[in-house]
C-alpha cells in the first residue's frame, strides 16, 4: 500500500498523483471540500496548471493563487488551491477565501474571446 492510499482521501487521490508526478508539491488536500493546495513556482505560469488538469480530462475546477513578499527575508512566497466540485455539484463554502480566482470557466471565456 503506499502513502497516497494511507494519508490521502480516495476522493482527490488522482489529483495529488497527477500534480506530484508533474513536479507539484502539494502542501495539502481534502476529499470532503474538495481541494488540493500545492507551492506555487514563479516560472510555471498558471495556465499550465489549468492545461494539466484539462487534458486529464477535469473541466469544472477553480485555481485561487495566494503571493506573499516576506520584507524581513526579502523572498517571495506563494501557494495555490485547487477547487473541484463535491459531488453533489457545488463548491465548498471554503473556497470564498483570500486567494484570487482562476476559474477554468474564465479561461474558457478567454479562449472563446481569442477565437
Not at 477547487?83 to 480566482?101: A, C, I, L, N, Q
Amino acid at each position: 500500500m503506499t502513502w497516497y492510499e494511507t494519508c490521502i482521501e480516495k476522493e482527490i487521490r488522482p489529483v495529488v498523483k497527477l500534480l506530484r508526478d508533474n513536479g507539484y508539491n502539494t502542501i495539502s488536500s481534502c476529499g470532503h471540500e474538495m481541494f488540493c493546495q500545492c507551492e506555487f513556482y514563479f516560472n510555471v505560469p498558471p495556465l499550465r496548471i489549468y492545461k494539466l488538469l484539462e487534458a486529464e480530462g477535469y473541466s469544472k475546477f477553480d485555481i485561487r493563487m495566494r503571493i506573499e513578499y516576506d520584507k524581513l527575508k526579502s523572498t517571495i512566497l506563494g501557494d495555490f488551491v485547487i477547487w473541484f466540485p463535491r459531488e453533489d455539484g457545488t463548491y465548498s463554502p471554503k473556497r470564498d477565501g483570500v486567494y484570487e480566482k482562476f476559474s477554468s470557466d474564465s479561461v474558457t471565456e478567454e479562449k472563446e474571446a481569442s477565437t
